[in-house]
């Protein structure tokens, strides 16, 4: 099952969480951020990752002391200064020693293969199928991939079936025929799962045409219409923003997605689960840490970073996001990465300093690869409800948002906020948290959601 996927040949891909784990490659010349950038294990074409040594160690003596080349690492000499001041590891040195160590240590050099770490729930090796396979097996495995992920969907969403399904089955228990007053308490019920007024009025409104019509007359047609509109209002949000990856040209590298929201959404976690997928499907992912203004904020995206394997540009706190996203542009450019994913500040809606400085990235990216960012992913947590949806107008109209993830969608009854989004902002819900774990991440299906309301 392609999670996410531009390339146009055809290619059966699986996460291979199960799979035998394969020898590590060697280490690469030393990346922008002290953390060294390593050339991704390969697919037949294209290597993959691994996870970074945080610490640097000094060259042997006699080892030429040469400062490294900007191409090595795709910085310029200018941003290469600034990467050298960012935080170092307790006992890597600090001040002026810490300046004297970079020189020491830029020159590429090879370093000893590290023992592979144990498998764990985050890592996993991405393989190409089809090479022992037959087609016939291909298919199997990734029609048992998708049906295992839909059952887990349709698992997520069961507090918001039933709370929708079941005061829907109470409005129509000991009724035999619909009137005013079922209407009126299934509007009641709309509403309670988070559909919105505007877009239970606007639904309601065609079930009583239907009604006065004669077409709806007990609760399995009801549902049907139901299912119907709700079904139309997410395809028709399709029509605009991003829907998917695909609508960029191949040539076109690296694809930059931009991930923005307020504190507490799950920003963090989305994005590394988002560069773990990515991966697995055979891509060449690397994340920008850009969110300079939280301390914590690139700490934690580094263990994300560092549990999938996917390399991470980061600098020292209060450093301008826009200039680490420049790096992080040089450097994917450099090493020809397929995908870039931009961590920004988790900003409150209301703050217009922190809207301007993320249309200053904005600009900054498009300066330097065509039509980026390429995606601009607003993380919006579905327990919050309604004022997930104001988060949204508001990131809509500074930041260009272009499609939803959904997170914590298995948490909550109110998982009608996914319609009230695609029908109030005509946005697109591009992927879906249905769990804690690193795949519970899915690619948000409209048809798939529907049904498991109803189901």
Same mark, same amino acid.
């Given at each position: ?5 531009? #390339? #146009? ?48 160690? /000094?060259?042997?003596? %006699? ?5 490294? /080349?900007?191409? @090595? ?22 001040? +002026?020693? =810490?300046?004297?160590? @970079?020189?020491?240590?830029? /020159?590429?050099?090879?370093? /000893? ?7 764990? =729930?985050?890592?996993?090796? &991405? ?18 991939? !998708? ?15 039933? &709370? ?8 129509? @228990? ?12 299934? @509007? ?32 399995? +047609? ?24 695909? =609508? ?8 930059? $997605? ?44 580094? $263990?994300?970073?560092?549990?999938? %394997?996917?390399?991470? $540009? ?37 703050? &217009? ?36 949806? !104001? ?5 809509? #109209?500074? +930041? ?22 695609? #029908? ?30 109803? +189901?």
């Amino acid at each position: 099952m392609a999670f996410w996927r531009r #390339k #146009k040949e055809d290619r059966f891909i699986t996460l291979g969480l199960n799979e035998p784990a394969a020898a590590t490659p060697e280490a690469s010349p030393e990346g922008s951020a002290g953390r060294a950038l390593e050339p991704p294990a390969a697919d037949p074409t294209r290597p993959v990752p691994v996870t970074v040594p945080p610490a640097v160690e /000094p060259v042997p003596t %006699g080892a030429d002391p040469s400062p490294q /080349p900007a191409a @090595e690492t795709g910085l310029t000499d200018a941003r290469k200064s600034e990467v050298i001041e960012s935080p170092r590891p307790a006992g890597a040195g600090s001040g +002026a020693e =810490s300046g004297q160590r @970079e020189q020491q240590v830029a /020159p590429p050099r090879p370093a /000893p293969t590290p023992p592979r770490p144990a498998r764990t =729930s985050f890592s996993s090796s &991405s393989s190409i199928l089809g090479l022992n396979r037959t087609e016939e097996e291909l298919r199997a495995e990734i029609e048992a991939l !998708e049906q295992t992920y839909a059952a887990r969907f349709s698992r997520a969403i069961e507090a918001t079936r039933e &709370s929708l399904s079941g005061k829907i089955d109470a409005v129509f @228990e000991n009724r035999k025929q619909i009137d005013a007053e079922l209407l009126d308490e299934l @509007e009641e019920a709309l509403i309670a799962a988070d559909l919105g007024v505007p877009t239970t009025l606007e639904i309601l409104d065609k079930v009583r045409r239907r009604v006065t019509r004669k077409e709806i007359g007990d609760i399995a +047609a009801l549902k049907d219409a139901l299912k119907s509109e709700l079904l139309t209002i997410l395809r028709d949000s399709e029509r605009k923003g991003v829907a998917t990856e695909e =609508s960029v040209p191949e040539s076109v590298v690296p694809y930059v $997605i931009m991930v923005v929201g307020v504190n507490g959404v799950g920003k963090t976690t989305t994005i590394g689960k988002l560069a773990q997928r990515i991966k697995a499907e055979g891509n060449d992912v690397l994340i920008c840490a850009a969110d300079t203004f939280r301390a914590a904020a690139s700490d934690q995206l580094a $263990i994300w970073a560092e549990r999938t %394997g996917v390399p991470l $540009i980061q600098q020292k706190s209060g450093t301008d996001p826009a200039a680490v996203l420049f790096d992080a542009l040089k450097a994917s450019k450099a090493r020809k990465s397929d995908v870039l994913i931009v961590d920004t500040a988790g900003r409150l809606h209301n703050k &217009s300093n922190l809207m301007a400085e993320l249309e200053k990235m904005k600009r900054v990216a498009g300066r330097e690869v065509e039509g980026a960012p390429h995606e601009t992913l607003l993380v919006v947590d579905a327990v919050t409800g309604q004022n997930g949806l !104001e988060q949204a107008r508001q990131f809509l #109209k500074t +930041a260009g948002v272009t499609g939803i993830v959904l997170t914590k969608l298995d948490g909550t009854a109110k998982g009608g906020i996914a319609v009230a989004i695609s #029908k109030e902002l005509g946005l697109p819900i591009r992927y879906a948290g249905i769990g804690e774990r690193v795949d519970d991440l899915v690619v948000f299906d409209p048809e798939q959601y529907v049904n498991s309301l109803f +189901a």
